[in-house]
């Protein structure tokens, strides 16, 4: 018997490309400068293959120091009409003049900032995806978000 927990590691999931709209600048509400930005399509590939449906969003909440909340939630429909709901919470942070770069859509560099949700995935037809633990590393582009998602084993 061991006495001491697993050791995780990370096992590659799936990849996702998520076109986004137009940023929505809601201002500074009671719980901060709150900004929301549109999915509006896209591709998931790996252990759930599909495509990403429009309606979801990220909302983000943008603290005193630049760093950026992530609240993301869309759905996802498999070739064979099954569906998938992602949701996930993390940070984008970095160097003032970095952020400010990937606001106005400028090619940056994703090792110059870091960008890492938790996910959460619900889905009625595929019960062993809401089994796991998954995080993600982001690369933010002007019109698009696409990262790499990894089981916690």
Not at 11 to 39: C, Q
Not at 101 to 125: I, N, Q
Not at 139 to 153: D, G, K, L, S
């Amino acid at each position: 018997m061991s006495l001491h927990p697993p050791i995780p590691a990370l096992e590659r999931a799936f990849e996702v490309t998520a076109e986004l709209g137009p940023l929505e600048d809601h201002g500074m509400t009671r719980v901060g400068h709150r900004r929301i930005i549109p999915v509006i399509g896209g591709t998931i590939t790996g252990i759930f293959e599909g495509t990403i449906l429009a309606g979801g969003a990220d909302w983000q909440t943008v603290r005193a120091d630049g760093s950026i909340e992530i609240d993301g939630r869309y759905s996802a429909r498999s070739h064979d009409g099954e569906l998938l709901y992602v949701r996930a919470r993390g940070v984008r942070s970095g160097d003032p003049a970095v952020l400010e770069a990937l606001l106005r859509g400028d090619d940056v560099d994703p090792e110059s900032y870091y960008f890492r949700a938790a996910l959460t995935l619900e889905s009625a037809t595929r019960p062993e995806l809401e089994r796991s633990v998954y995080i993600a590393s982001y690369i933010r582009e002007a019109h698009r978000v696409r990262y790499v998602a990894y089981r916690v084993t």
